[in-house]
């Protein structure tokens, strides 16, 4: 059974594939994100360690730091217990506990060629070892150092989507809209939108997910300096035209907006993109001005103002 009307000769899954999604699960997560569970991979794989590191948050970031640096010098700390303790020169633990700690501080000053000539190697096997590790500090440091930067060179959109959609008054119909903004201070340029409806259909007795393309009032502005409302109108034209909640939820509808563009503190393009489903969408509802005036004429955006949605109406749809 259809429950829209097709309106476009267009069918791509947008690389998502045309498999029917079930118990309302998203296509794309609301950071964007596909949401999918990927299984029958190795949990390590060291191709991927560079993409793993700078991709993953910052927290854990630091976490894999930092649980790596006492994972090498408890290593060699218990290698200098081995070949003996009193091959440190200046090492004055007594207890096994104490001469551990010896060890491992003399490794966190080794490692990182501080040295503060507390404690000193003394003959040929504590000294190879103090050198292996000094070296091994070298390349560590260095490649942390490459790390940082890549994380922090890596272009990114600060760009926040608003966390509803409303369907609000649009020239004599009415328009689906979403908002967004910059979160950053930096100019985007050349920015284009995309925005998709996904939902199951059956076409020729098989279930499906098709994707169809959603005509925007304006898919392209030339510079970001505001807030941005995006917005389908709902035409005749519309898959949307007189349709009730009842109906988006039967077919499990999910919209999906893809943005490109170009970040001129990077020089780079960007891209960042998002999802909502039938419970994302407010009826009957606008979004609330985020920009002013103040008492000088300077114009103010407000972000405490993003996601605040007003009622225009008791809605007719059945929530």
Known sequence: MAFFRRKVQFNDDLGFGSTPVIKNQRVLSTDGTPNIERTGLPWFKFDDTYTRLVTMGWPRFFLVILITYLIVNTLFAVAYNLVGIENLNGAKGITLRDQFFDAFFFSAQTISTVGYGHISPQGFITSVLAAFESMLGLLAFALATGLLYGRFSRPTSKISFSKKMVIAPYQNHTGLMCRLVNLRKNALIDIEAQMFMTYNETVDGKLKRSFYPMELERDKISVLTLNWTIVHPITE???????????????????????????????????????????????????????????????????????????????????
């Open 237 to 319: 034209d519309s898959l949307l035209f007189e349709k009730t909640l009842e109906e988006l939820r039967i077919a499990e509808v999910e919209i999906v907006l893809i943005l490109k563009a170009f970040d001129d503190t990077f020089a780079q393009t960007i891209h960042t993109r998002t999802s909502y489903q039938d419970e994302d969408i407010e009826w009957d509802s606008k979004f609330e001005l985020m920009h002013y005036h103040n008492k000088e004429g300077k114009m103010v955006l407000d972000f405490s103002r993003f996601d605040n949605i007003e009622k225009l109406v008791e809605s007719s749809q059945d929530y």
